[in-house]
């Protein structure tokens, strides 16, 4: 479909090419937590330990993130429909894989290919809903719709994947995606528009040095969890990731289109709420796994029962993020902020004195509804202070830097987590409590490793707020920016 053709497309039927994109993105955003509350299940299918049993969500997140800002210079490049396509092609085909997969390595190579396809098709996605509805009303009703996806996808994904966990099997959590990105790779070309090619070049060495250098530094975390801070492996892992991430900065600041320009960080405050950013998605996301390991493994919740655990976490963010913007303009970002920080920490410490014997109401509920109050009240004005003063020719670099840093937060704070509870828990049961069984010496060091994953998470956030008073300026923001360039956390690099 040529370009002279997108009018008559974007005029013709705009709402099924909005529901074809975004059913792509809920899929792709869905995939980043639906296998949270399967992962039990995965640990026994495929024998993986509990320290490498993080690489089925690094595995997927490492990619996305670390190609995310290329997948969008692809699109510019070759045409955002065919990129998209291409994407969803790949995620489908790593989906059907990753079901099929009969060890651990291929699973884990399985979801790496999720992780590219999704870093090909997001970014994609809201430039074709912003090239597909007029600007006005429509277009802000299409991005109104697309927040929706994106903050209640990952949320959904944690009930969905304890439902499908319970009711059908593990490898229906990866095979639900082939259904539906078969349909949107036959259905997209009829409705969706090919977006004009533009001139440009690919940062291929800087996008593979970025994901190379984070991957090489959670190995390492890892490593040390299993075999410990003098294993060769894991020093060589740490050495290797210093030499690649040092590459990566030298040819980012050479590079002529850089995939991730370094001007953007020589705001103070911007480059603080990246800090910020990273600091608190690193303590967050490796929450979500430790909860998911104890409400499982040691209060012996279900699948489901898990899923549904979390949906104090979920109504609270949501309805607390709808709020944010509003409070903005009265107290300010920076005094919000600092405001969400408090029960983010207070969360973490609450769970850091988990036990065999805590029950959900009295030692979960609480820290539940405390994350989800803290995450909606930071999150929008962080985002904020990391598109503020952006000029307009990076605006696309800065919104998807940000979300490469969130991803790439996510992975390295979940490698961080389990080094830390693997430590804890090698102690525990080399000293355990006299007059235990087997078994509940074993609970034992396991609820040890992930009440100190816990404390670690504290401290993480606790050094977040701690950069976001000491280098995000104060300024009084208002909400109307945000709305936009929320969304763009996966637009294209340009």
């Known amino acids: 479909m040529s370009s002279s053709h997108a ?7 705009p709402g099924i090419a909005l529901a074809i994109m975004l059913s792509a993105q809920l899929m792709i955003i869905l995939d980043m937590t639906v296998v949270n509350i399967a992962l039990p299940h995965i640990q026994a299918s495929l024998h993986f330990s509990t320290t490498t049993l993080s690489w089925v969500l690094n595995g997927y997140t490492l ?4 190609l995310l800002l290329l997948g969008g210079r692809a699109g510019d490049i070759l045409g955002r429909r065919r990129v998209f396509i291409a994407g969803i092609a790949l995620f489908t085909l790593a989906s059907l894989a990753g079901g099929l997969a009969t060890t651990s390595g291929l699973l884990l ?7 590219v396809g999704g870093a090909m098709a997001s970014p994609a996605v809201l430039a074709l809903i912003v090239t597909s509805f007029p600007e006005g009303r429509e277009r802000t009703r299409a ?3 697309y927040m929706g996806v994106i903050t209640g996808g990952s949320s959904l994904g944690l009930v969905l994947g304890g439902v499908i966990t319970e009711w059908l099997s593990w490898r229906w959590v990866l095979f639900i995606n082939v259904p539906i990105g078969l349909a949107v790779v036959a259905i997209a070309p009829l409705f969706v528009a090919e977006t004009p090619r533009l001139p440009g070049r690919f940062d291929l060495v800087g996008a593979l040095a970025a994901t190379a250098g984070v991957t090489a530094l959670v190995y390492g975390f890892i490593r040390a969890a299993a075999s410990g801070w003098g294993d060769q492996l894991t020093l060589a892992a740490f050495g290797a990731a210093a030499v690649v991430l040092t590459l990566f900065v030298l ?5 002529r289109q850089p995939i991730t320009p370094m001007r953007l960080f020589a705001d103070t405050s911007r480059a603080g709420s990246f800090i910020a950013r990273l600091l608190l998605i690193a303590g967050m996301f490796g929450v979500f796994y430790f909860l998911t390991e104890f409400l499982q493994k040691v209060m ?8 549904v655990a979390f949906l104090p976490m979920t109504f609270a963010l949501f309805a607390v993020s709808r709020l944010a913007p509003r409070l903005m303009p009265r107290v300010g970002a920076k005094p919000l902020m600092i405001a969400g920080m408090l029960p983010a920490i207070a969360s973490m410490a609450w769970l850091w004195r988990v036990t065999p014997g805590t029950g959900y109401w009295p030692g979960i509920f609480g820290p539940m509804l405390l994350i989800g109050v803290g995450m909606g009240l930071v999150f929008v004005p962080l985002t904020t202070a990391s598109l503020a003063g952006v000029p307009a020719s990076d605006s696309g670099a800065a919104s998807g830097l940000v979300n490469m840093i969130q991803l790439a937060g996510g992975s390295l704070g979940l490698g961080v987590l389990v080094a830390v509870f693997g430590t804890a828990s090698r102690h525990a049961a080399s000293h355990p409590l006299a007059g235990l069984t087997p078994l509940a010496r074993s609970q034992q060091a396991l609820t040890h490793g992930i009440a100190a994953a816990f404390g670690f998470a504290a401290l993480l956030d606790v050094a977040s707020l701690l950069v976001i008073i000491t280098m995000i300026r104060s300024r009084r923001t208002a909400p109307a920016p945000v709305a936009a360039p929320q969304p763009r956390e996966e637009s294209v690099a340009s």
């Open 7 to 13: 009018p008559e497309n974007r005029r013709g039927r």
């Open 63 to 66: 990619t996305s993130g670390g």
């Open 109 to 115: 190579a399985a979801r790496a290919l999720q992780g």
């Open 143 to 145: 991005l109104g719709i």
């Open 251 to 255: 040819t980012e600041t050479r590079a």
């Open 300 to 307: 012996g919740f279900s699948p489901l029962r898990a899923g």
